[in-house]
């Protein structure tokens, strides 16, 4: 996971955290359509990286939950559908869109509640 995380450590406006068998990318930008393409860019990085180091994702634990600004709906976008990505055998992996998410036990919604 070294090598992977270093690949990581290159990336502008987005980040890698992983732990045991989960893990996250975050994608800043000042639209969520180009946040999500950065995000899903990072995320086929990582899946090559799985591929050629023998292990794979679950595409069916693959979820995509977009943020915007309260104060500035207008120039952030709204949330994202129908976001997809390739991988080796060049198909396209739909990302199920989320309004609330788990990651390390920890409940997330897109508006940043943390009920």
């Not at 990072?42 to 995509?64: C, F, Q, V």
């Not at 055998?89 to 508006?111: F, H, M, P």
Request: glycine content about 6%.
């Amino acid at each position: 996971m070294a090598s992977l995380l270093e690949k990581a450590s290159t990336w502008m406006h987005r980040d890698l955290t992983l732990y045991v068998d989960d893990g996250a990318i975050y994608a800043t930008s000042a639209t969520t359509s180009a946040a999500t393409e950065s995000a899903i860019a990072g995320y086929e990085i990582a899946l090559d990286w799985l591929h050629t180091n023998g292990l794979e994702a679950n595409p069916s634990k693959t979820e995509l939950m977009t943020f915007v600004c309260w104060r500035q709906p207008e120039t952030t976008g709204g949330n994202t559908l129908g976001a997809r990505y390739g991988d080796k055998s060049n198909a396209l992996n739909r990302i199920t869109t989320v309004k609330w998410l788990r990651y390390l036990g920890v409940y997330i919604t897109e508006d940043l509640k943390w009920k």
